[in-house]
């Protein structure tokens, strides 16, 4: 399963692929972990890399997650978006 993260904050880039990690060995489940802290950057790869899993982050500078979101639906909508946020 290839699953990306995009966060601006890094520290919550690594707490949210600490829990990921953790569930899918609980589970043996092999998963390639990518990780974003610029929207921009995720929707650059995911034409050449598509995602089955993004965890996106709402607030973010630049380009928020929801006009990422929309984006990355016209490319890749089979992919599965799960929205996170520290507020």
């Known amino acids: 399963m290839n ?3 995009c966060d601006d904050n ?3 880039i690594k707490y949210i692929r600490k829990i990921i990690k953790k569930e899918f060995d609980a589970h043996n ?3 390639n972990l990518n ?3 610029d929207a921009k950057c995720l929707l650059e790869m995911n034409h050449s890399q598509l995602f ?3 965890f996106l982050d709402l607030d ?3 380009l928020n997650g929801m006009e990422a979101a929309s984006q990355l639906n016209k490319s890749n909508s089979a992919a599965e978006i799960i929205f996170v ?3």
Do not use: Q, R, S
């Open 35 to 37: 990780l974003y802290t």
């Open 85 to 87: 946020t520290n507020h």
């Open 52 to 54: 089955d899993v993004i």
């Open 3 to 5: 699953i990306a993260i």
């Open 29 to 31: 489940i092999n998963c």
């Open 10 to 12: 890094e520290t919550d």
């Open 60 to 62: 973010m500078p630049g």
